[in-house]
């Protein structure tokens, strides 16, 4: 992988991960953060890597500060988008606006720069409920969300892309991604903040629903191990554990791991529409893992602790006591 390196999101969950992993492997990264107001940088503020990055913000819908940002580039690692499946319902114009315009803005104007290898972000929801089990990238692909729904048409934009302009491109599928700086909105942000508020009933949606989860730095490392291979062009990699559990089995791993007796309450206003929820997600690993080195260094036991602490020690970023949409 060449030095220079954009990352779009980088303020983000994943994306400041992925900024300092870049830094760790002694690239030259320029940080794309929205811009606002008060020129906060997200969970770059406090990054001990800041001084080393550049940062630009912008606005990932802005074609013109989307193309000067990455102006001169020669790795863009496309993660910016809106996530969260609940507000999904609420605004499904914003996803399309965002995830799908922003993709175009970073695939057209890598296009007419010729960035030399982009990386373009999904996400297992645009699975749907699995119908064979381990996912594999060759399973059917259904919107079951508008967040979703977005997200496959970015995929597909991007394949259209590779196919119609022989563009260097590749696309990262993680699965359910965890660790410190995620949002509350989260599942295991939500578990552990209400459990350290000091309640011992916690409220949760669907207690059914299996998930597949990764450590954050493993997935940061997934991206950088596609990044870096010479052929997973114009091809989705799926990025995960191949370990399956439910929701109610997390929550009694949490209880283990805390050491703390939790009662949990189902509430409605947190289950999704019925056609509309993914009952299950497992992932099929074996092409990153036989394509690229990549190892992950935790698994989920080990993640959670690390998660936990965090949470634990920046407790005041959360607010247990509401439904975080």
């Known amino acids: ?26 690239l030259n990264v320029t940080a794309f953060v929205r811009y606002n107001s008060q020129n906060n940088w997200g969970w770059l503020e406090h990054s001990k890597y800041l001084k080393e990055i550049k940062i630009i913000t912008g606005d990932i ?34 996803y399309l606006r965002t995830n799908i315009e922003g993709t175009y803005n970073v695939l057209q104007a890598s296009k007419e720069l010729n960035t030399e290898n982009i ?3 999904s996400t297992s929801e645009t699975y749907g409920t699995a119908q064979y089990v381990p996912i594999d990238e060759k399973h059917p692909i259904v919107g079951q969300s508008p967040y979703s729904a977005s997200k496959i048409a970015a995929d597909q934009l991007a394949i259209s892309y590779y196919r119609s302009f022989d563009m260097p491109i590749k696309i990262v599928r993680p699965f359910n991604t965890y660790g410190p700086r995620q949002s509350a909105r989260a599942i295991i942000p939500t578990i552990i903040s209400q459990i350290l508020s000091g309640r011992k009933n916690i409220f949760l949606g669907n207690l059914y629903a299996t998930r597949d989860f990764t450590y954050v730095t493993d997935t940061g490392e997934g991206f950088l191990a596609v ?23 997390l929550v009694k791993l949490i209880s283990k ?27 099929d ?14 698994n989920l036991e080990s993640g959670l ?21």
């Open 257 to 283: 791991i805390t050491g703390i007796k939790i009662e949990i309450n189902c509430d409605k206003t947190r289950l999704r529409p019925k056609n509309s929820e993914v009952d299950r997600l497992i992932c």
């Open 285 to 298: 690993n074996s092409k990153i893992l036989q394509n690229t080195n990549w190892q992950p260094k935790f």
């Open 61 to 94: 819908r802005d074609f013109d500060s989307v193309k000067k940002a990455i102006q001169d580039c020669e790795t863009v690692f496309h993660l910016a988008a809106l996530i969260g499946i609940p507000y999904s319902y609420v605004s499904p114009i914003a």
């Open 119 to 121: 990386i373009i972000t």
């Open 1 to 26: 992988m060449k030095n220079k390196v954009l990352i779009t999101g980088a303020g983000g969950f994943i994306g400041s991960h992925l900024v300092e992993l870049c830094v760790q492997q002694g």
């Open 227 to 249: 990044a870096e291979s010479e052929d997973l062009f114009g091809e989705i990699t799926n990025v995960g554990m191949n370990m399956e559990i439910s929701i109610n089995d």
């Open 305 to 325: 602790i690390e998660t936990f602490e965090y949470i634990k020690d920046n407790i005041s970023y959360y607010k247990p006591e509401i439904y975080n949409v």
